[in-house]
């Protein structure tokens, strides 16, 4: 058994994933790579247990992230979007 045979047959069959996009325009109706990130999980077998917007506001990324990762439902937190810092330039 090679490597990866080996790391997949002791991988579990399914995480738990929440997705997080970051916006301050985008909802839940209208976010086309949230909406696309769970499609592709789900097809793969994952289960998406969670699907929020956050604003582009670094705190509140960082309590979200840190609020998720104490849930022990939460295996995997995805993040899409977020362009302030781009958009605006690196000192805002």
């Known amino acids: 058994m090679n490597s990866v ?3 997949r047959s002791q991988s579990p069959e399914s995480v738990s994933c929440m997705i997080v996009t970051v916006s301050d325009t985008r909802t839940l109706e209208n976010d086309k790579s949230g909406q ?4 592709l999980l789900e097809e ?6 969670k699907h929020i917007i956050v604003k582009d506001e670094y705190d ?4 979200l992230i840190y609020n998720a990762s104490s849930q022990s439902a939460v295996q995997a937190i995805l993040l899409t979007g977020g ?3 781009f958009r605006q330039g690196p000192n805002v």
């Open 44 to 49: 793969s077998g994952y289960a998406v247990i």
């Open 36 to 39: 696309l990130m769970r499609k």
């Open 83 to 85: 362009d302030r810092h």
């Open 60 to 63: 509140e990324i960082r309590e």
């Open 5 to 7: 045979e080996e790391h």
